[in-house]
Each structure stands twice: as structure tokens, then as C-alpha cells.
């Protein structure tokens, strides 16, 4: 995922660059690895906490921010594979 808001950056002109969703997609992306950089010395007990302490709000604030309100409408059925 995060490889793709990287691409989506280099596919804009460079002054738009820092402004463009796919920005916001890669701080998401860098805030959680930066998090996993962080959990490394931990036992994965201790990762698994973390990652539901700190991780998870992240996530689910990258997840908020991409996906479409759920359930959305699209043709005669209801989309909701993505949703929680």
C-alpha cells in the first residue's frame, strides 16, 4: 500500500506534490512503520498490545480517510466487503 501513495506522489507535479491525497496516504503509511521500528526490542506479547494501543488508531484513521462511507450504494446491490 504504502508503495502505491509513493507512486501516486511521483505521478503529480512536484508543487503539488506535498498537497495531494496520496501525501496524506504515506504519512498514514510512515507513521505506522515508524511504530514497528519502535516495537522491535518488544516480545510479540508485548507487540500485540502496542499494536492494539497505538497502531490500531491509526489504521483505522487511514482506513476512514480511503474508503468510501459504508455501506455504499453501487448499482441494485450494497457494497460491503470493506466495511467493518
Request: glycine share 4%; net charge positive.
Amino acid at each position: 500500500m504504502r508503495r502505491k501513495f509513493h507512486e501516486g506522489i511521483q505521478a503529480v507535479p512536484q508543487e503539488e506534490q506535498l498537497t495531494c491525497a496520496s501525501q496524506k496516504g504515506l504519512e498514514y503509511c510512515d507513521r505506522l512503520f515508524a511504530l514497528e521500528r519502535d516495537y522491535t526490542k518488544l516480545t510479540l506479547e508485548e507487540r500485540r498490545v502496542k499494536r492494539l494501543e497505538q497502531s490500531k488508531a491509526i489504521t483505522d484513521a487511514l482506513f476512514a480517510w480511503g474508503l468510501p462511507p459504508c455501506p455504499s450504494q453501487i448499482g441494485p446491490r450494497k457494497v460491503t466487503a470493506l466495511c467493518p
